[in-house]
């Protein structure tokens, strides 16, 4: 990975480089705040749902799976409505 130091101000280099390391679905915001605030949403979501996935492999009883899995389904689809809303 190539990075691209240039820049006017030491503020400028350092967007850059953390931008080097975001994902691509949250490259595209205008400002630099919103690709962070983006790209912090998105690790979020994709922690709880595998914590939440990893939950009901462990669970027992289907109705707490079924609980559960309402839960999953719901952040997988503001996971996808943040994805689809960045790009």
């Not at 669970?59 to 409505?81: G, H, S, W, Y």
Request: charged fraction near 40%; charge should be positive.
């Amino acid at each position: 990975m190539l990075f691209d130091f240039t820049g006017i101000d030491l503020e400028k280099v350092y967007q850059k480089l953390v931008k080097a390391f975001i994902r691509n679905e949250a490259k595209n915001k205008s400002s630099f705040q919103e690709i962070i605030d983006s790209d912090k949403k998105i690790k979020v979501l994709e922690n709880e749902i595998a914590a939440l996935e990893n939950k009901i492999s462990k669970e027992k009883q289907f109705n707490r799976k079924v609980e559960i899995n309402k839960i999953l389904l719901e952040k997988k689809a503001d996971l996808k409505d943040i994805k689809g809303e960045v790009k």
